[in-house]
């Protein structure tokens, strides 16, 4: 089963809920989406990491070849090829890899190279599974590493939880394609609720069963709260403001290895996993 | 004008608390909010007109006429994306894997598939008392660099001679915040004290020195861990990059913002902090 974690704004807790729950579970599959700022790593500090390179084809010119009929420079809809002096320019950058111009190309002109983008990096830590994908700095886009990511996992039998990138893109939809429930973390404040209005939008698209966790919460009325309640959202879990939860998480701890949070994230879990079955029960 | 752009990596640090409050402090009469997938700074800063309001679109969308369509899955097997579908043999594309490349288009045999124009989120300009540029992407959708263009170009489309413009930036290193960063003057990172902070924090520093943007630290919640605290002010100096303050963690800072107000509308810990950020950032701006 596959559970993607999700918030919109960035820094509500995603990563507190990902690795935990995929610690509390005995055994589990980690798997980090956020690769523009990867961090899951740094809490579970996997071993036996084996980095496998993600690569985009990206087109090359061979000059002597190249009539200078401009037919590429005109069908990329991307603007990633220019002809300048009669001499064709490829811009990797902003290349998407569709591979339109080599098909184009009357003359054989235009090849494709591997161009690197990033890694992903697989490894252990206890019985989870830890798989992280990282883009490069000065790489546009995760989409593809993302893929690579999703199709690595695509037959895993164990417990899969993602972590998803912040925001409501195309990232954070390729993250959650895959995902059989979804978790929206959501923290009490405006911004917080404007950004969980946002991906709630995402997750009904894209029909799939969610439920919201509150993290940060404080005393008092609760703008996620009022929320969920006028939606019909299920609210698995409410982690209070915790000064020490705080500093645990700032210091790459696991946080559910000592009580009180490993009773919070199993209580997470099972709620978690008593919705899913509910789902398959209602849809069966 | 000199662009000064607020970045985080990391979400959730306090970009858009920053922002605002710098926005209150310099009275700037320009400002933009890049965060095109989940835009706050309309929260922060109250707007009393109403903006003008223009579709966004991205890439366009392939689409299958059903009429026309000869079932012989060249698009299929020439779409990288996957975006082609085949449901009880009829074909399909699902816009959100379509990335637009026109591929489908070229190697149709008889033409039934065309690109067509797809709206992939919404312009606002507030344009009286002052200049905000502010969007809303769609959904979903994969164009936020584009949008993310779109709006800084909004933001200086109109001239009233202003000195300064701030900037609200996305968490992330990826290509709404590579389209933020070009032709800002200056990038000021929040950063927090934090494993995962400083891992971000290292990762946009690299990526707003590859497109040579001068770049300013300061600390967000410095009290939440003094420790991680001393080692970004220990990394900026080892790294020759500017470090311009830090602001404690404050519960009222938070209700601040909970009531639609920045951190120096009222009298808190954090709004004092935030004022040298800001007159150290002012000062390193200016200077180049």
């Known amino acids: ?284 | 004008m000199k662009q000064l752009l607020i970045l985080s990596g990391k979400g959730g640090t306090g970009k858009t608390t920053v922002a605002s409050a710098f926005i209150k402090l310099s009275q700037a009469k320009v400002y933009a909010d890049c965060d095109v997938d989940a835009p706050n700074l309309h929260l922060a800063i109250k707007q009393t007109s109403q903006p003008k309001r223009n579709d966004f679109f991205g890439m366009p969308k392939a689409e299958v006429n059903t009429i026309l369509c000869a079932k012989c899955d060249r698009c299929v097997e020439n779409c990288r994306f996957d975006a082609v579908q085949v449901v009880d043999n009829n074909y399909w594309i699902d816009p959100y894997l379509c990335e637009g490349c026109g591929v489908c288009e070229m190697v149709c045999p008889v033409r039934a598939i065309n690109l067509k124009p797809h709206i992939s989120g919404e312009l606002m300009l507030y344009d009286k008392d002052v200049i905000f540029s502010t969007a809303q992407l769609k959904m979903g959708s994969g164009t936020s660099g584009m949008l993310v263009t779109e709006v800084k170009k909004q933001m200086k489309s109109i001239d009233r001679g202003d000195e300064l413009a701030i900037i609200d930036g996305s968490p992330g290193i990826g290509c709404p915040v590579i389209a933020s960063i070009s032709g800002v003057d200056m990038v000021l990172i929040v950063a927090e004290p934090s494993v995962s902070g400083i891992s971000d924090m290292e990762r946009i520093i690299k990526t707003a020195q590859t497109f040579h943007t001068k770049t300013v630290v300061c600390v967000n919640k410095y009290d939440a861990n003094l420790k991680k605290t001393k080692a970004i002010i220990d990394y900026c100096q080892a790294h020759d990059i500017p470090y311009v303050g830090k602001i404690p963690y404050d519960k009222s800072a938070v209700e601040a913002v909970n009531n639609g107000l920045t951190l120096v509308d009222v009298f808190c810990e954090a709004g004092a902090a935030v004022q040298v950020v800001f007159g150290n950032t002012m000062e390193m701006l200016l200077r180049n």
């Open chain 1, 1 to 284: 089963m596959k559970l993607a974690v999700l918030s919109g704004k960035g820094g509500t807790g995603k990563t507190l809920v990902s690795v935990n729950l995929a610690a509390v579970a005995k055994e589990s599959v980690y798997v980090d989406c956020d690769v523009e700022e990867p961090n899951g790593h740094l809490f579970f500090k996997p071993t036996d990491v084996k980095t496998k390179k993600v690569v985009n084809k990206i087109p090359v010119v061979d000059e002597d070849l190249c009539l200078g009929c401009r037919k590429c420079v005109d069908f990329c809809k991307f603007n990633a090829l220019a002809a300048i002096v009669d001499k064709l320019l490829v811009f990797d950058d902003i290349c998407h890899a569709c591979g339109g111009c080599i098909m184009l190309c009357p003359s054989n002109a235009l090849s494709e190279k591997d161009k690197v983008i990033g890694v992903i990096n697989s490894g252990v830590s206890e019985a989870v599974k830890v798989i992280s994908g990282v883009l490069n700095t000065g790489e546009v886009s995760g989409v593809p590493i993302i893929k690579a990511l999703l199709k690595k996992i695509a037959d895993e039998k164990r417990l899969t939880v993602i972590d998803c990138p912040p925001g409501s893109a195309c990232v954070v939809m390729e993250s959650i394609r895959d995902a059989d429930y979804c978790i929206l973390v959501a923290e009490p404040t405006v911004f917080g609720l404007s950004n969980l209005i946002l991906v709630h939008e995402l997750v009904k698209i894209f029909n799939k069963p969610y439920g919201v966790v509150i993290n940060k919460g404080m005393e008092g009325e609760n703008l996620i709260d009022t929320y969920c309640l006028e939606n019909k959202i299920k609210v698995l879990s409410k982690i209070p403001f915790d000064c020490e939860l705080g500093t645990l998480n700032s210091e790459g701890e696991i946080a559910s290895k000592i009580e009180p949070y490993h009773s919070i994230f199993s209580a997470l879990l099972q709620a978690v996993m008593k919705e899913v079955q509910d789902e398959t029960i209602a849809y069966s």
